[in-house]
């Protein structure tokens, strides 16, 4: 399994390839931020939930699943 850290840096990469204003790169950028400063998956899910608007949170969900399972 990997790190926080290790998935920030994917989630990371997924930003800069979105187009800018993007929600993928809002949602990405978002991952990439809380994953770096949590301590643990549990935890960065968790803040995750907070993040606002709605079609921002449901997209950056998606993707720390999608980065998580892997």
């Known amino acids: 399994m990997r790190d926080n850290l290790d998935l920030a840096a994917s989630a990371q ?25 949590t301590r643990d ?8 939930d907070g993040v606002s608007p709605e079609e921002v949170r449901q997209a950056a969900l998606a ?3 999608r980065l998580s399972a892997e």
Request: net charge negative; hydrophobic share 55%; aromatic share 2%.
């Open 41 to 48: 998956i549990a935890d960065a899910r968790q803040t995750l």
């Open 63 to 65: 993707l720390f699943d």
């Open 13 to 37: 990469e997924v930003a800069d390839a979105a187009p800018t204003g993007s929600i993928d790169r809002a949602a990405a950028s978002s991952v990439a931020i809380t994953l770096a400063t």
